[in-house]
Each structure stands twice: as structure tokens, then as C-alpha cells.
């Protein structure tokens, strides 16, 4: 676990741009399971959710149309509800960050770690974007 002085920025980065910030599993279910879209962002301490998670996600609001719900929850600090989170978006293995796209409870977009480390922002706000058009209209 993090101390929460450490992880507060990286919490308000997303929470701060309309993100809620999902602490128990009961949140995340019941965030996931409603009707409509839903995105949830691992958030992390690591370097590439600073420099390119968060900011890609945030770029991604800039977009015409948008999930009815944003969300987040924070790997390595609230395990229960990552782990909830986690649970949802099988079959990808654990990964943070991450980013997916629920609609109606069923998991219909997903970006790994490995498509978010050293990509640039604009291209994986891009792929959000073009998620955001497929499935949120």
C-alpha cells in the first residue's frame, strides 16, 4: 500500500476532471452494472499512467461524445475495488494502467499497459475517442 499523502495528486488528477474515484467493490459493481457506458481507469503510480494514462483520458473528454460515466480506481491502494474491477474485464490479465469501456455491465473496449507505456498521448486519446464514438452514441 501507498501512503494516501503520496497518491493524493495522482488521485485528483483524474477526480479533478470529473472522474469518481471508486474505493469498494461495491462501487465499482455498481457503477459497472448500470445501464449505459461506463469507463474506469486503473490509476498507478507509475510513470506511465503520469504521462500518458491520465493525460490521454483526460485529452479524451475533449470529444463530442463521451461515456455517462467516469470512473477510476487506484492500483496498489484500494485493492477491493480494483480487484472488482479486475473481475470485469477478464479476460485481460491484471494490468495498470488500464483503461475500459463498459456499456450495459459488459466490457466492450479495453487498452493494456503495454498500449499505453511510450504511446503518445494523442494516439491513445485517439483509440478512446473512436471507443467513445462506437459505443457511446
Not at 1 to 10: G, H, I, S
Not at 43 to 57: E, I, K, M
Not at 107 to 123: D, K, M
Request: proline share 7%; net charge negative; charged share 25%.
Amino acid at each position: 500500500m501507498y501512503p494516501p499523502e503520496l497518491v493524493a495528486p495522482m488521485r485528483e488528477d483524474l477526480t479533478t476532471a470529473g472522474f469518481e474515484d471508486l474505493r469498494t467493490a461495491e462501487e465499482v459493481e455498481n457503477a459497472i452494472l448500470q445501464k449505459g457506458t461506463t469507463l474506469v481507469v486503473v490509476n498507478s503510480v507509475c510513470g506511465c499512467a503520469a504521462g500518458n494514462a491520465r493525460p490521454a483520458v483526460k485529452a479524451s473528454l475533449q470529444f463530442d461524445v463521451l461515456p455517462d460515466r467516469l470512473t477510476t480506481v487506484f492500483a496498489g491502494v484500494d485493492r477491493e475495488a480494483t480487484d472488482k474491477a479486475r473481475q470485469f474485464m477478464a479476460p485481460y490479465p491484471p494490468s495498470s494502467p488500464s483503461i475500459a469501456l463498459f456499456k450495459d455491465g459488459e466490457l466492450v473496449h479495453f487498452i493494456e499497459r503495454h498500449q499505453i507505456e511510450g504511446r503518445p498521448v494523442e494516439l491513445i486519446a485517439g483509440n478512446l475517442m473512436q471507443a467513445y464514438d462506437t459505443f457511446c452514441r
